[in-house]
C-alpha cells in the first residue's frame, strides 16, 4: 500500500511539473528585434497551441520608418511554412516631430490547412519605390516550434 502511495505521489509531482514546463513555455515571450537602412521593427513573438486560435506564430510591436525625410515607406515581410510571403504595411505618413514614424503591428501567421504552425520567417523591410526594398538580415529570421 506504501509503495502505490509513493508511485502515484512521483507520477502526480512529474505531471504538475511537465504542465507547469508546458504553460511556463508557452507564457514566455521573445524578443523580436529586426533593423535594416530606413526600417526597425522592436517587438515580441510566441506560439499558440493547436487548441488556441490557428496555432499559429504571433508577433506584435512597433515597426518604425527611422528615416521620415526619404519618403519610403516601411512594411513587415513575414510567412508561415510553405507559403509565400504576405507584406504588412507600415503608415507611410511620417510626422517630422518626432524621430521616426511608428506603426503598432499585432498579427497572427498560420497555416490555415495545419492544426498548428512549426516554422514561420519575418523581415523588417523598407519600401523603396522604384528602387530595389531592402530587408533586414536573413540570419535568425527563421522562428521554429
Not at 121 to 139: G, I, K, L
Request: a negative charge; hydrophobic letters at 30%; proline letters at 1%.
Amino acid at each position: 500500500m506504501k509503495k502505490r502511495f509513493v508511485g502515484l505521489t512521483l507520477v502526480a509531482v512529474f505531471l504538475m511539473a511537465f504542465a507547469g514546463a508546458a504553460i511556463a513555455s508557452h507564457l514566455a515571450n521573445h524578443t523580436l528585434f529586426h533593423t535594416t537602412t530606413g526600417a526597425k521593427f522592436d517587438g515580441q513573438w510566441e506560439w499558440f497551441s493547436s487548441s488556441e486560435n490557428h496555432g499559429g506564430w504571433h508577433f506584435w510591436g512597433n515597426l518604425v520608418d527611422t528615416i521620415c525625410d526619404d519618403d519610403d515607406n516601411v512594411y513587415s515581410k513575414t510567412r508561415a511554412e510553405g507559403y509565400s510571403y504576405s507584406s504588412l504595411y507600415g503608415n507611410e505618413a511620417c510626422d517630422t516631430s518626432v524621430t521616426g514614424d511608428t506603426e503598432y503591428q499585432n498579427y497572427e501567421i498560420y497555416a490555415p490547412d495545419q492544426n498548428y504552425t512549426t516554422s514561420a520567417n519575418y523581415f523588417a523591410c523598407r519600401d523603396r519605390n522604384v528602387y530595389a526594398d531592402n530587408c533586414s538580415s536573413d540570419e535568425d529570421n527563421t522562428y521554429t516550434r
